[in-house]
């Protein structure tokens, strides 16, 4: 019989971030572009020349795509979907039978071993398509199984599974709890250790099961899945460090039980539910990595995965691009299309802009991926953070394009003898990629931590209250041999040589604003440090706006040499560099409006009427409406226990 399962840890906030920061990758073993980017060091030599794939990566991924197109035209009934809220089982079908649930799996298990620049290819292509079957195939391979047992499974994990993930089974990524989102310091599913006393070989391998009890919420993928990995703690005993820990289970394993499919405000095919758990045994053998490394094994797997996002948000731009040009062009206002009216023209404009630029953050962060030359955990992160909020925006600025008809569902406009353009349900279905992995408040707090490693490495001991003072002395004599160094380098810089950056031609001056602002945005944070000291990472609102204007950065560095590359590679060199130019020019009004605001800004009377709001004292605003919304908890009763609910699981044929 398995031990009772432990209510959510009681944590405070101190204990809270000690667990996300014994999670990091620690460590920087390879050169990082956006990493000194924050530091002031605009190292364009990290991404310039635009790297490139290999000939036969780029022959394997375009036969895939072409075969992915054909089964996007011809077997993806988008409309159906959106009407039906599911993903029909012959489109899953399909799905396997073109190899799709293996694009990213060795071919020595018989996936189709796409590099990740096609594989993100891919996921804009079938996210055109129908997002709902994009997230199907991204939550089984960017989180899914599959990436975790590439990156820390054993040999005889991925033989085990990886064949059956790459043509059959479906996986989802359980991390979420009705009470855990982005703090897993409060995990509460358990995994109880019953090894019957045996001994361990080695860290990754025990006798015996372990049993997991819990209830997970939000699991993409997990009302069809075949293969879950599941986060849950181990309680530390004798033989057992504890922790935080991955595992491969079952999905029809006696004890697993899908109470319920969510519905959303958008990508309503998405099989997303609560799953308990109650008595699951599972094999010590399909613990992924040792004990305690679960939240490592998730943020690394995260490091590459969170690029499926922005991947498929490049895709959404582009039918933005199309929709917006096809319509401006058409509609009538005044004697002239409505394209050719100012007022129009520059969100079409910033629709085409915004789109290269979410292209080229993308494929170079995916290319310098596949490279692996570089760390690029800063690099995905601010593409997944940038492109959730950019093509928000663009579907926003399309939908006031189409005015009532932006508004209007597709079917209505059928109905009525209009082509049938989804606008509003591209804007609902990207508005959740804003929360997805990583919410755009969390992202800002994620990348902002990296960017200041470099200062928290030699002067975090000067900032933490609670170091003695011989540790302080110590932090001091490194702090000053670092910054002795560092903020000399800040003062001048290429960005201020006229000629600098020449071989980029119209765009130089944009990167010469990149150099000359990366090291304003250094000296801004090392100003804040010096100011705030311990209360730095209090300062949110303000972290914000450092991560913000470091991805404008990133992503103006990127179009410009992604213009570069299509300069002397095709024929749209001239029409890409103007893309380009835009973008920068856009990029750098919106750059320039955040340093205004590190400084000048509401933060503090934000915060007082926060207070006033979260205490009581504005009920009277209130007064004068009803609220519709129905009774119940704010959060979800998930004691653990047998279920009391049919289980919905939905076994795919």
Known sequence: MSAPAQQPPKVTEREARQTAEAAREQDWHKPSFAKELFLGRFRLDLVHPHPLPAAEDVRRGEAFLATLRTFCETRIDSARIEREARIPDETITGLKEIGALGMKIDPKYGGLGLTQLYYNRALALVGSASPAVGALLSAHQSIGVPQPLKLFGTQEQKDAFLPRLARTD????????????????????????????????????????????????????????????????????EGHRGGITAFVVEADSPGITVEHRNAFMGLRGLENGVTRFHGVRVPAAHRIGPEGSGLKIALTTLNTGRLSLPASCAGAGKWCLKIAREWSG????????????????????????????????????????????????????????????????????????????????????AARGERAIPAEQVLRDLRINRIFEGSTEIM??????????????????????????????????????????WLPGLVAGAGQLPGAYGEFGDLAGHLRYVERTSRKLARSTFYAMSRWQGRMELKQAFLGRIVDIGAELFAMSAACVRAELLRTTTDHGREAHQLADAFCHQARLRTEELFGRLWS???????????????GAYTWLEAGIVDPSGEGPWIADATPGPTTEPDLHRRLP
Do not use: C
């Open 601 to 615: 800004n509401t933060d503090d009377l934000d915060r007082k009427v926060v207070e006033g709001v979260l205490s």
């Open 444 to 485: 800002h707090l994620l990348i902002a931590r990296e960017a200041v490693d470099a200062h928290l490495s030699v002067a975090g001991d000067l900032i933490d209250p609670d170091t003695s003072l011989a540790d302080k002395a110590k932090a001091g004599v490194r702090a000053g041999g670092f910054y002795a160094r």
């Open 330 to 413: 058409v509609r009538e206002q005044w004697g002239r299309p409505v394209g050719r009216h100012e007022a129009v023209g520059t969100k079409i404009s910033f629709i085409a802009a915004t789109t290269f630029a979410l292209e080229a953050v993308v494929d170079l962060a995916s290319q310098m991926a596949d490279e692996d030359r570089n760390d690029i955990r800063i690099e995905a992160a601010l593409a997944k953070l940038y492109g959730s909020e950019m093509a928000w925006l663009i579907a926003d600025e399309l939908v006031q394009i189409r005015g009532g008809r932006g508004y209007e569902t597709a079917d209505s406009l």
């Open 170 to 237: 479906l996986s989802a990524f359980l991390l979420t709890e009705p009470d855990v989102g982005s703090d897993p310091a409060r995990l509460a599913t358990t995994a109880v250790p019953e090894d019957g006393g045996t001994s361990r070989s080695s860290e990754f391998e025990s006798g015996g099961d372990y049993v997991l009890d819990g209830v997970k919420l939000w699991t993409t993928n997990g009302v069809v899945a075949d293969l879950l990995v599941v986060m849950a703690r181990v309680p530390a005993s």
